[in-house]
């Protein structure tokens, strides 16, 4: 099983800052990757596949770069509807297909 | 729009059962593979179970083996999720999700959930 870890576990920010989170594989995932937004009460939203390729309809500032076992997903210039948790996720090594524990981005 | 309803949640004993439904409209069902994926209170993403779009492949997580089967009706635009001899563990809120192939392809939609609670 891939198991893949992400940090910080909570990355406090300011509005307008950049974020910067990471999610490590335990072995290569080649760039079968996806990262997910949850915000409170809701269902996760994709944002970012295949480690770099934004999801239609997600703004520029979301870029997600890495290949291999290290991705890093950055938001340039956090705004208020930003302030989620953030999963990132393998598709390349399954059964099962696993998740990050999640990075929680809260208001600095 | 693409839409993923779930249905059937509930509060449940444990050793007993439960069927969710995941109705799907927006898009043409039978050329998509559908998972479960399930979030336990303030916790983290956990997969549970995939079918490929024509229900030929179907995939387990250790956890849910023997326990839980995995099914659709492209008819009926539907996907289901039996859980039979549930425990307290597998309280959580259940997603479908779908994919464009099971194999080589990411989630890229999820329906809204559904709150399964196993307590006596």
């Excluded at chain 1, 009460?41 to 770069?65: H, V």
């Excluded at chain 2, 229900?55 to 387990?60: F, V």
């Amino acid at each position: 099983e891939v198991v893949m870890t992400q940090s910080p576990a909570t990355l406090s920010v300011s509005p307008g800052e950049r974020a910067t989170l990471s999610c490590r594989a335990s072995q290569s995932v080649a760039s079968q990757l996806a990262w997910y937004q949850q915000r409170p009460g809701q269902a996760p939203r994709l944002l970012i596949f295949a480690a770099s390729t934004r999801a239609t309809g997600i703004p520029a500032r979301f870029s997600g770069s890495g290949s291999g076992t290290e991705f890093t997903l950055t938001i340039s210039s956090l705004q208020s509807e930003d302030f989620a948790v953030y999963y990132c996720q393998q598709y390349n090594n399954w059964p099962p297909w696993t998740f990050g524990q999640g990075t929680k981005v809260e208001i600095k | 729009q693409v839409q993923l309803v779930e249905s059937g949640g509930g509060v449940v004993q444990p050793g007993r059962s439960l069927r969710l439904s995941c109705v799907a409209s927006g898009f043409t069902f039978s050329d998509y593979g559908l998972h479960w994926v399930r979030q336990a209170p303030g916790k983290g993403l956990d997969w549970v179970a995939v079918m490929s779009f024509d229900g030929t492949h179907k995939y387990y997580a250790d956890s849910v083996k023997g326990r839980f089967t995995i099914s659709r009706d492209n008819s009926k635009n539907t996907l289901y999720l039996q859980m039979n001899g549930l425990r307290a563990e597998d309280t959580a809120v259940y997603y479908c999700a779908r994919t464009l192939s099971v194999t080589t392809s990411h989630i890229d939609w999820w329906g809204q959930g559904s709150l399964v609670t196993v307590s006596s």
